[in-house]
């Protein structure tokens, strides 16, 4: 084992990885903090760089872009009151109070520490489950397998979005988007005008990372031109005063610090919920520990560290709770690790069930690159306390021209040295954008698009496999104890969301 | 949109009937279900679901925000450019494309509108940006031309010639020339009107086509297209 260690950590020990993870964790905080672009934007964007370096140094730039990214978003939510992204929706409420009170650096200084603790503290979660959950899949057949995939995919439809039915569909929809190509088991070729196209580099499907770039890059770009004219919140002169909290304050609250990790590592390990669920089950725990603590902590809501440090610890423990499913099983937990996931395929890398049991020291590099992900996240993040005012000064009038252009030029550059296939990539990008902001214009959720994308492949090829292994019993799924387990969850789910819905609607 | 999932998927069923069945490579005992059975149920559920959102969304639906005139003006202008950028990037090369598409959205978008009296502005702009690039690029590629060749020679050690060391000098180069460029514009069109935009456009348009030429082309070695760029 310690010389696996040894070889992850070799991956990882070079000037290269270090500079590029400090790039990305720079980008991440700025994407973060620029209301209207996203995490998983940003690791969309972020591809085909990584495809050009080595494997872990690649992956570790683009955990630096998440980890900053999740963080990042809490700056806009202290500074104006509006959240960079979804993640830090929660934050807002004591965030902004706090810098009504002269303290905005204390706030942003506790949100870095929290964000700080929440990321070590689920990597640690990570460290530990994954390779339990590793070792669990070993007695996966082809049956299992198809069953797994089945249930990542009905979970993450079930949970985004408003519509049950919409993710559903989206998610079938990106199945559908997945079979287009060449047929793994006949070579035969599945795409409409196959002889016209069997010569272009649409006969290999399409092209994952430019339909990543195109649905939430592109379509992201098309839909903040519809509110391009809008007025947008400008910061307030802003001081910072004093940054970090007394580190008293902060072990004052260690309750809250870890069931927010506690929350945040949970929620992220289950495929498809995300730092938006974490964050407010986070603060509502939180708020029951302030009101139970007898004057010690302060009521949450009234513009205190308390209420800042919940959401922060529980979104980034999201980003080591999200790996844990995303490494062990190959699916992901989020939009952005479905992305992640497959950044790593194009890499070559299958995450699931071979990567740890063939590629142990890839683990162990990921595990480091997270480490150093979040040390440069409360880093950066602490040295440029007194410029995300002028960052988040950038109109999106300027910055959504050269995001499209960034994305363009990502779907072209995947393709290396072979310049049709990037003109190529190109159209897929653009027509997946065309496609992504009129779905999600009507309210269809575009991360069940990923999820069929990604997990369209290991269904199709598991569900063949199994049914020939049975030859030909369709029964066979219903004859393992596993794939019960795994239908039995799908049901639930299903269930669940319905349910909760029909809350939703009664209160509203 | 579920009338339009509707059709995609009733498309997608006779894509994949006309398309045929084909068994895997070596199934002579049988067994495999073939390549059409999961295509085929997906799209029988795909247009079962777009039926069943038919009939709700047509008493649930919600209008979405109403883009003002504007706002319609600059979303099309986003898309036709994003259309002709993607169709003419193969003949006219990265570098045009890119700073137009650039200088076009940013001063648009700036101006908070697509006005006829503005053409002129629009054609000015694009070939200053566009220029503008080309001399930065043209310098750049001297640049990159000495020093290669003068360590290639012996006039320089080889550590000069190396990409890393080219990647820097080229980027500082560039960095210090935009800097410039930034600082005495800022001196002659301080305030926020027309012109103002109108150079922060053009700067942001080249800077920004030459910064991503420097990564992608000179670090990452991606072959972007030349087009008309010939040299």
């Known amino acids: 084992m310690g010389s696996t260690i040894a070889q992850g950590f070799a991956q990882v020990a070079n000037i290269s990885t270090v500079v590029w993870m400090a790039i990305g964790s720079v980008l991440g905080i700025i994407l973060g903090a620029l209301p209207g672009l996203t995490a998983t934007m940003g690791i969309a964007l972020m591809i085909p760089i990584?495809?050009?370096?080595?494997?872990?140094?690649?992956?570790?730039?683009?955990?630096?872009?998440?980890?900053?990214?999740?963080?990042?978003?809490?700056?806009?939510?202290?500074?104006?009151?509006?959240?960079?992204?979804?993640?830090?929706?929660?934050?807002?409420?004591?965030?902004?109070?706090?810098?009504?009170?002269?303290?905005?650096?204390?706030?942003?200084?506790?949100?870095?520490?929290?964000?700080?603790?929440?990321?070590?503290?689920?990597?640690?979660?990570?460290?530990?489950?994954?390779?339990?959950?590793?070792?669990?899949?070993?007695?996966f057949g082809?049956?299992?397998?198809?069953?797994?995939?089945?249930v990542g995919l009905v979970i993450i439809a079930s949970i985004s979005g408003d519509n049950l039915a919409k993710g559903l569909l989206m998610g079938a929809f990106g199945m559908a988007l997945a079979f287009l190509g060449t047929d793994p088991?006949?070579?035969?070729?599945?795409?409409?005008?196959a002889k016209a196209l069997a010569h272009t580099p649409l006969a290999k499907g399409l092209d994952l990372t430019s339909t990543l770039i195109g649905l939430f890059g592109v379509s992201q770009v098309f839909a903040e031109m519809r509110k391009i004219n809008q007025k947008t919140r400008?910061?307030?002169?802003?001081?910072?005063?004093?940054?970090?909290?007394?580190?008293?304050?902060?072990?004052?609250?260690?309750?809250?610090?870890?069931?927010?990790?506690?929350?945040?590592t949970l929620i992220g390990a289950i495929p498809g919920t995300g730092a938006s669920i974490a964050v407010f089950m986070a603060r509502d725990a939180a708020k029951h520990i302030a009101d139970g603590s007898n004057g010690k902590l302060e009521p949450i809501g009234s513009g205190c560290l308390e209420g800042v440090f919940a959401p922060e610890v529980a979104n980034n423990a999201v980003t080591g709770g999200a790996l844990i499913p995303t490494l062990a099983l190959g699916i992901p937990g989020d939009s952005a690790t479905a992305i992640l996931i497959g950044a790593l395929m194009i890499k070559g890398v299958t995450p699931g069930f071979q990567l740890f049991g063939q590629n142990m020291a890839l683990v162990y590099a990921i595990f480091i690159t997270m480490l150093i992900a979040n040390i440069f996240m409360a880093l950066f993040q602490i040295i440029g306390v007194r410029l995300y005012p002028k960052i988040l000064s950038v109109p999106s009038q300027i910055l959504m021209p050269i995001v499209l252009v960034l994305s363009f030029i990502g779907a072209y550059a995947i393709a290396g040295q072979a310049t049709l296939t990037g003109i190529y990539n190109l159209g897929i990008a653009l027509s997946m954008g065309i496609v992504g902001y009129f779905?999600?214009?009507?309210?269809?959720?575009?991360s069940p698009i990923v999820l069929g994308l990604i997990l369209g492949g290991m269904f199709e090829e598991n569900f063949r496999r199994a049914v020939k292994l049975a030859g030909g019993n369709y029964l066979t799924f219903f004859t393992k104890p596993i794939c019960w387990f795994f239908f039995v969850l799908c049901a639930l789910s299903i269930a669940m969301s319905v349910v909760s819905r029909k809350r939703k609607a009664k209160k509203v | 949109?579920?009338?339009?999932?509707?059709?995609?998927?009733?498309?997608?069923?006779?894509?994949?009937?006309?398309?045929?069945?084909?068994?895997?490579?070596?199934?002579?005992?049988?067994?495999?279900?073939?390549?059409?059975?999961?295509?085929?149920?997906?799209?029988?559920?795909?247009?079962?679901?777009?039926?069943?959102?038919f009939y709700t969304e047509r008493t649930t639906g919600e209008?979405?925000?109403?883009?003002?005139?504007?706002?319609?003006?600059l979303f099309t202008l986003t898309m036709v450019t994003a259309f002709l950028y993607v169709a003419a990037i193969r003949f006219l090369g990265f570098i045009p494309c890119t700073c137009m598409l650039l200088f076009t959205l940013c001063f648009a978008n700036l101006e908070k509108d697509v006005r006829k009296e503005d053409v002129g502005k629009f054609v000015s702009g694009n070939l200053f940006s566009l220029i503008s690039v080309l001399l930065v690029y043209t310098f750049g590629r001297s640049i990159t031309r000495v020093f290669l060749r003068s360590s290639r020679k012996g006039i320089l050690p080889a550590f000069f010639g190396s990409t890393g060391f080219i990647i820097l000098v080229v980027f500082l180069m560039t960095t210090l020339i935009v800097s410039l460029v930034v600082s005495a514009c800022r001196k002659r069109w301080h305030e926020d009107n027309t012109d103002?935009?109108?150079?922060?456009?053009?700067?942001?348009?080249?800077?920004?086509?030459?910064?991503?030429?420097?990564?992608?082309?000179?670090?990452?070695?991606?072959?972007?297209?030349?087009?008309?760029?010939?040299?």
């Open chain 1, 234 to 264: 400008k910061p307030a002169k802003v001081r910072i005063g004093n940054v970090f909290p007394s580190l008293k304050k902060i072990i004052s609250m260690w309750k809250i610090i870890l069931s927010s990790l506690g929350i945040g």
């Open chain 1, 142 to 150: 082809p049956a299992e397998k198809t069953t797994l995939a089945l």
């Open chain 1, 439 to 446: 779905l999600k214009q009507d309210g269809y959720p575009i």
């Open chain 2, 1 to 53: 949109m579920p009338v339009v999932l509707m059709g995609t998927s009733l498309l997608y069923f006779l894509y994949v009937l006309s398309q045929g069945d084909t068994k895997m490579i070596g199934d002579e005992i049988g067994g495999d279900p073939g390549s059409m059975m999961l295509p085929l149920i997906l799209s029988i559920g795909m247009f079962v679901t777009s039926v069943y959102l």
């Open chain 1, 185 to 193: 088991f006949s070579g035969q070729l599945r795409i409409p005008f």
């Open chain 2, 196 to 231: 103002h935009r109108y150079w922060v456009s053009i700067t942001i348009a080249f800077a920004t086509t030459e910064y991503l030429y420097i990564v992608f082309k000179q670090m990452f070695m991606v072959e972007l297209v030349k087009g008309i760029i010939i040299w």
């Open chain 1, 50 to 139: 990584s495809f050009q370096l080595p494997t872990a140094t690649g992956i570790g730039l683009l955990l630096a872009v998440y980890c900053g990214a999740v963080s990042g978003a809490s700056i806009p939510a202290i500074l104006l009151g509006i959240p960079g992204n979804p993640n830090a929706i929660a934050t807002v409420e004591d965030g902004y109070l706090m810098m009504k009170k002269g303290k905005a650096g204390q706030a942003i200084g506790g949100a870095v520490v929290a964000s700080f603790i929440g990321g070590v503290g689920s990597l640690v979660c990570l460290m530990f489950f994954s390779p339990l959950v590793a070792k669990l899949t070993l007695a």
């Open chain 2, 63 to 73: 209008k979405s925000q109403q883009m003002t005139i504007e706002e319609k003006h």
